[in-house]
T-cell receptor, first 118, second 110 residues
């Protein structure tokens, strides 16, 4: 597995249900990012992990959104009590490292999970 | 004011011509700048990055950075139909977080 993988690729759910989205970063990448992209719009930052800690959760839109990462590898993004406005593509990206002092920050993106809330 | 601004387009470019895409950013302390290409229904892929003022060329792509003017651009020479995509400008802010612009849609017409 050379790239970032995400599952499921598509998820259709009913309003009010909880969903869990998974991201497997590139092996060795310590930084992991979640973004949301609504149809025809740019990328909206949600949360960033450095290792297992999340120094920046500023983009999470509400307390219905949470994310965790274990073992500096897999991350899950959970959306509770989904609403129709949560419908979007959720993209995960990883990079080798990220710090305020560093300059190199190439992020590799996964294929995304398309979430549709009916 | 958005932190990273781009014209949404679409930018229509005849095949073989030069496509010029612009991006401005608000954080004067930003140090790293990236251009991603995103085909419809696909995830973004990095095509260029630039750290220093001036021009950086890679094949048919040239990135230009002017930190004093807080401006970064991307030129695509000899545009091909396969260049039709949305181009996202990204600027590195604190904690390594990339701030993305909304993207410019480029349409190369044969």
């Amino acid at each position: 597995g050379a790239g970032v993988s995400q599952s499921p690729s598509n998820k259709v759910t009913e309003k009010g249900k909880d969903v869990e989205l998974r991201c497997d970063p590139i092996s060795g990448h310590t930084a992991l990012y979640w973004y949301r992209q609504r149809l025809g719009q740019g990328l909206e930052f949600l949360i960033y992990f450095q290792g297992n800690s999340a120094p920046d959760k500023s983009g999470l839109p509400s307390d219905r959104f949470s994310a965790e990462r274990t073992g500096e590898s897999v991350s899950t993004l959970t959306i509770q009590r989904t609403q129709q406005e949560d419908s979007a593509v959720y993209l995960c990206a990883s990079s080798l490292a990220s710090s305020s002092g560093g300059r190199y920050n190439e992020q590799f993106f996964g294929p995304g999970t398309r979430l549709t809330v009916l | 004011q958005k932190e990273v601004e781009q014209n949404s387009g679409p930018l229509s470019v005849p095949e073989g011509a030069i496509a010029s895409l612009n991006c401005t950013y608000s954080d004067r302390g930003s140090q790293s700048f990236f251009w991603y290409r995103q085909y419809s229904g696909k995830s973004p892929e990095l095509i260029m990055f630039i750290y220093s003022n001036g021009d950086k060329e890679d094949g048919r792509f040239t990135a230009q950075l002017n930190k004093a003017s807080q401006y970064v651009s991307l030129l695509i020479r000899d545009s091909q139909p396969s260049d039709s995509a949305t181009y996202l400008c990204a600027v590195k802010g604190s904690w390594g977080k990339l701030q993305f612009g909304a993207g410019t849609q480029v349409v190369v017409t044969p």
